[in-house]
C-alpha cells in the first residue's frame, strides 16, 4: 500500500493547524502526537515519516488525520497510550499497512472483553490494549459512522459533524479542506457573510444552495473556529 508522506493531489493536505481545526484539539497535542508517535514509535514498519514539510510547516495526508482522531477517542475512552501504539504497530505488521485506524475491516474487530480492549487479527490472534477499565466501544462505531470507505476498506470521506450534516472533509476535492457537499464552497465563507449580518436566506440565494447547507456551515464554524 502507498505510503502518503508527501503532497499528492487526492491524498489531502492538512498542516497542524488544519488538524487541530478540523478535529477539534488542541495544536500543541496534535503536534506532539506527530513528532513523538507517528513520526518515531510508529515508524519502524515502514522506515519512513507520516508527514512532509511545507515551508516551515508540517503536513499530513487525510488518512493521518482520521487515525489522529481514532487515537483521540481511544485516549479519551481511557485506553494507555502505550497500549495504542503497540495495537497500531501490530496492525501495521499484520495486515502490511500504514494506516490501520482508517480502515474500515480493522475498525470494525474492536472488541473489548471484561477490562481488556482487543483487535482480533485475521489469524484470531488477539491484541490485548489491557485498558485498566471496562469500556464500551460503541464510540468507535458510532465514529465509523460519520465515515465512508471506499478502496481497501480504507476511509475516503469523513463528516466532522455527522452525515446529516453537509460539511465534508474529502481528500480528492479542494485538497481536502471542509466543504460544503456538492460544492467547492468553504463553510468558513458562508459563516463569514452570516457575521456580516446577511440573511440566510440572501445567502442560500446567493450562493445557490439549500437554507441547511446555509445552516450546516455556521454550526459547524461554531465549533470548529480556529
Not at 35 to 55: A, H, M, P, Q, V
Request: charged share 25%; with cysteine; hydrophobic share 35%.
Amino acid at each position: 500500500m502507498r505510503f502518503e508522506n508527501q503532497a499528492e493531489l487526492g491524498s489531502g493536505i492538512y498542516t497542524l493547524p488544519d488538524l487541530a481545526n478540523i478535529l477539534g484539539l488542541k495544536y500543541y497535542k496534535v503536534r506532539r502526537v506527530l513528532d513523538e508517535y507517528w513520526n518515531k514509535r510508529l515508524t519502524t514498519n515502514f522506515n519512513k515519516k507520516y508527514s512532509w514539510n511545507i515551508g516551515n510547516s508540517k503536513a499530513v495526508s487525510f488518512h493521518t488525520l482520521i487515525e489522529f482522531y481514532i487515537f483521540y477517542q481511544l485516549k479519551e475512552a481511557g485506553v494507555p497510550t502505550q497500549a495504542i501504539l503497540i495495537a497500531h504497530k501490530e496492525l501495521s505488521k499484520q495486515y502490511k499497512m500504514p494506516f490501520p485506524f482508517a480502515n474500515s475491516e480493522i475498525l470494525d474487530k474492536m472488541n473489548y472483553s471484561g477490562k481488556r480492549i482487543v483487535f482480533v487479527l485475521p489469524n484470531d490472534d488477539i491484541v490485548d490494549l489491557d485498558s485498566t477499565k471496562q469500556l464500551n466501544l460503541s464510540f468507535i462505531r458510532n465514529f465509523m459512522r460519520k465515515l465512508d470507505f471506499g478502496e481497501n476498506n480504507l476511509a475516503e470521506r469523513f463528516y466532522p459533524m455527522g452525515k446529516n450534516n453537509s460539511i465534508v472533509v474529502d481528500p480528492k476535492h479542494q485538497f481536502g479542506q471542509p466543504t460544503i457537499k456538492g460544492t467547492n464552497l468553504f463553510p468558513r465563507t458562508i459563516f463569514n457573510l452570516y457575521q456580516k449580518k446577511e440573511s440566510k436566506k440572501f445567502i442560500a440565494l446567493s450562493y445557490d444552495i439549500t437554507l441547511k447547507k446555509v445552516n450546516d456551515a455556521i454550526e459547524y464554524c461554531k465549533i470548529h473556529t480556529a
